[in-house]
Nanobody
Framework: QVQLVESGGGLVQPGGSLGLSCKASGRVFSLSGMGWYRQIVGAQREFVASITRSGRADYADSVKGRFTISRDNAKNTVYLQMNSLKPEDTAVYLC???????????WGKGTLVSVSS
């Protein structure tokens, strides 16, 4: 089993920046990809960004150029740096991790990001 714990959410003004962290614990040696999703009430979970163990990153079009995902394998932690935040970025941000295409998927409980003036 793998446990994921997010931190770093909060309230920020439009145009501001915020950084999120997600630390994995447990059977971390089995982890392959890690990433971030976001969800607002009444809507489907939306992909934000992902990163492979080797550092290849992928982003949703809506956050390209504004968000940066990174990963520290030694610390079993994935980060999301969010710049130029917009009100539409307001959501609960959830950390995800997987054990490859044939393995388990894991989710954190989420951290709330609110972008408002």
């Amino acid at each position: 089993q793998v446990q994921l714990v997010e931190s770093g959410g909060g309230l920020v003004q439009p145009g501001g920046s915020l950084g999120l962290s997600c630390k994995a614990s447990g059977r971390v040696f089995s982890l392959s990809g890690m990433g971030w999703y976001r969800q607002i009430v009444g809507a489907q979970r939306e992909f934000v960004a992902s990163i492979t163990r080797s550092g290849r990153a992928d982003y949703a079009d809506s956050v390209k150029g504004r968000f940066t995902i990174s990963r520290d394998n030694a610390k079993n932690t994935v980060y999301l740096q969010m710049n130029s935040l917009k009100p539409e970025d307001t959501a609960v941000y959830l950390c995800s991790a997987d054990e490859g295409p044939l393995g388990m998927d894991y989710w954190g409980k989420g951290t709330l990001v609110s972008v408002s003036s």
